[in-house]
Every structure is written in C-alpha cells, then in structure tokens.
C-alpha cells in the first residue's frame, strides 16, 4: 500500500511563506516523477510543480513560477514545496502526488493531478 501523507499546511497572510512536505511510505516503488496539484472546491484542479525523480527537471505552472520551489530527497523519500510571496488566490487543499509512469504514450508529459498516487491534501489559506 503507498501512502503519501501531506503536512505544512496552514494560514498565513499575503506575502508571507508556507512550506509543505510530503512522506511517502508504503509498499517501495520507485516514483519516476513526482508533484504538487491543488483545488479549490467547485474549480479546476491546478498542476503546481513537479519534479522529475531521475534527472531533476522541474516544472511550474505560470501561476507560481518564480514564488514556489519543488524539492525532493530521495534518501528520505520526501517532497517538499516551498511557497513564497503567497497570494490570497494559493488559497486551496494541496496535494501531493506521485507516479512511476509520468508519460502519456510515452512523451506526452502527465500534469501531476494525473498522477496515480495521491496524499489527503493540506489546506492553504491565504487572507488579504
């Protein structure tokens, strides 16, 4: 059984920073790729970041580029994101997520929502 389990969330006004961490456990896989996706209720998901597991590569959607950080430790199997500068528009759940397989017939990158595994989430709230 893979678990993923999510903490950092919390409240924090605009401008200030937040980090999450993710722990995964389990039945030992090796995630090739691994991210953050977050949803507000009644709203599209939203892929944060992912972390490319073997290489490094990351990826940030527009709407956090240059304010979050995805970072891994693959000794720890931990997941972190970093956020800065928040706005009252991160408010959401986050969530964790991880997947062996991040491609789509095998080139097409997978958004990390789409991913197979899943923690619980960990809200974020963002006031003005």
């Known amino acids: 059984q893979v678990q993923l389990v999510e903490s950092g969330g919390g409240s924090v006004q605009a401008g200030g920073s937040l980090r999450l961490s993710c722990a995964a456990s389990?039945?030992?896989?090796?995630?090739?790729?691994m991210g953050w996706f977050r949803q507000v209720p009644g709203k599209e998901r939203e892929g944060v970041a992912r972390?490319?597991?073997?290489?490094?590569?990351?990826y940030y959607s527009a709407s956090v580029q240059g304010r979050f950080t995805i970072s891994q430790d693959n000794a720890k199997r931990t997941l972190d994101l970093q956020m800065n500068n928040l706005r009252p528009e991160d408010t959401a759940i986050y969530y964790c997520?991880?997947?062996?397989?991040?491609?789509?017939?095998?080139?097409?990158?997978?958004?990390?929502?789409?991913?197979?595994?899943r923690g619980q989430g960990t809200q974020v709230t963002v006031s003005s």
């Open positions: 389990g039945y030992t896989i090796r995630y090739s790729c």
């Open positions: 972390i490319y597991t073997t290489d490094g590569r990351t």
């Open positions: 997520a991880a997947d062996a397989d991040c491609y789509w017939g095998g080139s097409l990158p997978k958004p990390s929502y789409e991913f197979k595994y």
